[in-house]
């Protein structure tokens, strides 16, 4: 398989996983993981566009600063739902922004370093939405177990 098609593929892949993992948020999960799956979506959606609509230096830019704004929503997020995988997502968020500012400060072309990092790094970020997902749901059942077995004081 050539480089290209490698990359394709990884994109296509990558895609196919933040559909799949956003979707089993948005119907597991609880307000955070919600509100998670909708910044993460929005901002892949809207840096995807940009990479195709908007000049390569402005998208340089305005990547940038997305990159920063989806770690403030997770660090705001985090501060309000005090939940784990927010944390874990902050702080890859925060290497996402440290890389797009590395290689925007010294004006270096993406390079296979960058895009192995980039993926690897987005990967990580769908895991922790996942893992929230997944500790949501389990106490949402626990919780609906215990009222369904609490048994009913006699009258």
């Known amino acids: ?34 509100l998670g799956a909708v910044l993460i979506l929005a901002i892949t959606i809207a840096s995807s566009l940009g990479d195709v609509f908007l000049p390569d230096q402005i998208f340089l830019v305005a990547r940038l600063i997305a990159e920063g704004a989806l770690a403030l929503g997770f660090l705001l997020m985090a501060i309000r739902y005090t939940s784990l995988w927010l944390g874990g997502a902050m702080l890859l968020q925060a290497i996402q922004f440290s890389l797009q500012a590395y290689y925007f400060v ?17 990967l990580g970020i769908l895991a922790c939405l996942t893992a929230g997902t997944l500790a949501a749901s389990r106490r949402r059942r626990r919780a609906e177990a215990e009222v369904t077995s609490t048994p009913t004081a006699a009258v």
């Open 1 to 34: 398989m050539s480089t290209e098609t490698t990359y394709i593929v990884i994109w296509v892949l990558l895609w196919a996983l933040l559909v799949v993992v956003t979707a089993f948020a948005f119907t597991r999960g609880g307000a955070p993981e919600r």
């Open 106 to 122: 010294l004006g270096r072309a993406h390079d296979a370093l960058y895009v192995t990092i980039n993926n690897i790094d987005f």
